[in-house]
């Protein structure tokens, strides 16, 4: 995927993978994902960020209740991350959300980690927010942003085929020459 020697090989190796073993995280590894997490930069350091760790059978069977259909392969994941956060939260400047960018870049922290601890990271968009929130009583003026499930990577061959067949997709990037503005837009 990624070319040139000098990128971190976790950045080259992580991918957002369906196949999750059920095999339970060791507590070490699972706090410094929430400790990577942890150091992310903020806007003005508001780490507006708060994250719901779910690990337990029966909290991760309630939780699961709110997921969308697409996104059932979550529920072989043993640890699911569901990070919040107040909209007002982030740093007031140029009227834009910056709650948003540093919830991005906890999880992306979270999500990097946990490739250097041999583990799998997943974000999603896939749930139903009213439900995930009143399940785990996150208070009202909290909003979710996602949930990240983590595990270790299962067998592709126990996935449903719709899901199967997402997973052999390879995940493609469009090339630098279309993003990138040298000096000028
Ligand atoms: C904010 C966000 C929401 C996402 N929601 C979902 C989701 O609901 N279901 C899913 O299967 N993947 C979801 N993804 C994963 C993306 O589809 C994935 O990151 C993208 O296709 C690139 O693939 P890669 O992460 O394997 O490189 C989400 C990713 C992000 C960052």
Aim: charged share 25%.
């Amino acid at each position: 995927m990624a070319e040139g020697n000098l990128i971190l090989d976790e950045i080259v190796r992580r991918r957002s993978g369906r196949a999750f073993s059920s095999r339970p995280i060791e507590r070490d590894k699972v706090h410094s994902i929430l400790e990577a997490g942890r150091w992310a930069p903020s806007c003005s350091n508001t780490q507006a960020w708060q994250y719901i760790v779910i690990q337990e059978h029966e909290d991760l069977a309630k939780a699961h209740d709110a997921l969308s259909r697409g996104n059932a392969w979550g529920k072989n994941a043993p640890l699911m991350v569901v990070v919040a956060a107040a909209e007002d939260g982030g740093c007031p400047a140029h009227n834009l959300p910056y709650f948003m960018m540093d919830v991005g870049l906890t999880v992306q922290n979270m999500l990097i980690q946990a490739v250097h601890v041999g583990l799998m990271g997943h974000p999603t968009a896939g749930w139903d927010e009213h439900k995930l929130k009143e399940i785990l009583a996150i208070p009202e003026s909290y909003r979710i942003v996602t949930v990240v499930f983590f595990g270790y990577e299962g067998n592709i061959e126990d996935l449903d085929e719709r899901t199967r067949e997402k997973e052999k997709k390879r995940s493609s990037r469009r090339p630098l020459e279309e993003i990138v503005h040298w000096e000028k837009w």
